[in-house]
């Protein structure tokens, strides 16, 4: 941060890290030991959890912007065109990076989207938890919004291309042509 934005930023990596294993690996292994030892609660849990995230997603982003209004008057025009760069930067390094490892488009793709998007909500709640700064959560809170517009635009452009194939043509050499 020194060299970057011209300050030093004192962060405890303990604390970091210890938030990281609580907003993202324990209620990754509870999911993973949910889905495996409890079908049945999976499934009613599956349907109930994604419409929660975006909801807790959506309150996250407006405290964040209400913390931060008069910031985000100033500098929210910057931040948007970094978020822009650093979500097509994401896409395009996401989907060459998988190619050039070996992978199919189909699953390039998928590792285009996912490393585009990135995880705005750790750094929100990284922003909020460790550095104790709405501030900080600002890039978060409009990179989340835009990330989530681009990825769904970006899948659904590759999905209308493999819906154009030829009739009679078989679905994988049609994947493999978009």
């Known amino acids: 941060m020194k060299l970057l934005a011209g300050q030093y930023v004192p962060i405890d990596v303990w604390a970091m890290m210890k938030k990281i294993l609580w907003l993202i690996i324990v209620p990754l292994i509870v999911g993973l030991l949910i889905n495996r030892y409890a079908h049945k609660l999976a ?3 599956v349907r109930v959890l994604p419409v929660l995230a975006m909801l807790s997603i959506c309150i996250i982003i407006a405290i964040t912007i209400a913390l931060s209004r008069e910031d985000l008057l100033v500098m929210g025009l910057a931040l948007f065109g970094a978020s822009v760069c ?5 896409f395009t390094f996401g989907y060459w990076g998988a190619r050039a490892a070996g992978l199919d488009r189909r699953d390039s793709r ?14 929100t709640g990284l922003a909020f938890n460790v550095l104790d700064s709405a501030k900080a959560a600002m890039a978060s809170a409009v990179f989340g919004p835009w990330s989530a517009v681009a990825g769904s635009a970006l899948a659904s452009y590759w999905r209308r291309g493999r819906q154009s194939k030829p009739a009679g043509a078989p679905a994988q050499a049609t994947a493999e042509r978009t």
């Not at 650093?86 to 994401?90: C, R």
């Not at 998928?110 to 750094?123: K, L, R, S, Y």
């Open 86 to 90: 650093h979500n097509a930067a994401g």
């Open 43 to 45: 499934r009613k849990l």
């Open 110 to 123: 998928t590792v285009a989207i996912e490393v585009g998007m990135q995880n705005g909500g750790m750094a």
